[in-house]
């Protein structure tokens, strides 16, 4: 499965080795990790697999002027993660694989490696496969991720029914307000910094969603909250009705929009990777939702209803009137 690059192979195979440490949940299920053709997993019985992708290049995704190679395995891996806990799965095994350029020296990888590892771990990830190859220009990692879930028991994008409520784990805009300081090089709020470049997959939150089928429907906030609610309203078939009033909001994020001069409502519309978990409860399920908020087990917020789909989408401004929900749209009428 390792091609030898520019990296020397042993060099290679001791950063292998050290990532690929197993956690103990997992042990189990690996039968084979790094060392063969591919690797042999158990699949645990009563489960389907989920399987996710994602594929990051530099210069468009990551940025190595402010973003560390530990950061870059960390959210390679925990955006994948995020994708899982978005299905309402467990994640169990990641395969990675790099291209790299010749700047990058065998500590870079390393560094790497440790990052994906350091995302892994907690979550009892076993990384069972990789790959490297040589790159003329930018450096590229695929990171894929397999885990499992009940077998109806997945959260898809299509459940989501009128009269449904919406809720989104977390805050919302941080990640785009800690891009923008990393972009003007200014390191000054290190919350937000963080929630950038070290974000954290809702794999708890979504283990309580699925577990008690509360859920009719969930996505992985990564593109900003007005684009991501777009796909649970068109894969559903629905409409919905958003509180701009409602959004929960960090106070570093507040602070940050009014040095800017800017409303911290279009940070939490438009702003991308906060990879916060938005999901819809069914009114039956409402109760049980929110005793799990009351009792800290589950961080969420209500911010609004899904609608006939004849309504379209909608937000309810600041200012109590209603308008169609779009990022852009709330931008400019704030000027
Ligand atoms: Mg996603």
């Known amino acids: 499965m390792i091609r030898q690059g520019r ?31 591919a690797a042999i997993l158990k699949p645990r019985p009563g489960r389907v697999i989920l399987a996710t992708t994602d594929l990051l290049a530099e210069r468009v995704h990551f940025d190595l002027a402010f973003t560390s190679y530990r950061q870059l395995g960390y959210k390679a891996a925990m955006a994948n993660l995020s994708d899982i806990a978005a299905m309402g799965g467990v994640p169990r095994f990641l395969l990675i694989a790099l291209a790299l350029t010749s700047r990058e020296t065998s500590r870079d990888v390393e560094a790497m490696y440790e990052g ?25 990692l695929a ?85 991501d609610i777009r796909h649970i309203c068109e894969e559903s078939g629905v409409g919905c009705l958003i509180d701009a009033r409602k959004l929960p909001l960090s106070p570093q994020l507040r602070t940050h929009a009014r040095a800017r001069k800017r409303d ?15 999901f819809t ?7 049980r939702v929110e005793a799990l908020i009351r009792r800290r087990l589950l961080r969420a917020t209500p911010i609004g209803l899904i609608t006939p789909r004849r309504q379209g989408l909608r937000l309810i401004g600041i200012d109590g009137s209603v308008r169609p929900l779009t990022a852009k749209g709330y931008e400019h009428r704030l000027g």
């Not at 898809?156 to 805009?173: E, H, K, P, Q």
């Not at 409860?281 to 109760?287: G, R």
């Open 143 to 227: 990171v894929m991720v397999l885990g499992d879930a009940a077998r109806r028991g997945a959260l898809r994008r299509s459940g989501a029914r009128a009269g449904d409520r919406l809720y989104v784990t977390g805050t919302l805009g941080d990640a785009q307000a800690g891009l923008e300081l990393l972009q003007a090089r200014k390191r000054t709020n290190s919350y937000l910094i963080t929630r950038h470049l070290m974000p954290t997959a809702r794999l708890k939150e979504a283990q309580h969603l699925a577990d008690g089928r509360l859920a009719s429907a969930a996505i992985d906030v990564s593109d900003g909250l007005a684009g």
């Open 116 to 140: 994906i590892r350091a995302a892994c771990n907690p979550a009892g990830v076993a990384v069972v496969g990789g790959d490297m190859s040589a790159s003329r220009t930018d450096l590229f």
């Open 281 to 287: 409860v069914p009114p039956a399920k409402v109760a």
């Open 264 to 278: 911290p409502i279009a940070y939490a519309l438009s702003g991308g990777e906060d990879y916060e978990l938005l």
């Open 7 to 37: 990296i020397g192979e042993f060099e290679l195979i001791r950063c292998l080795r050290r990532a690929t440490a197993i956690p103990h949940g997992v042990q189990a299920s690996v039968l084979a990790g790094i060392g063969d053709d």
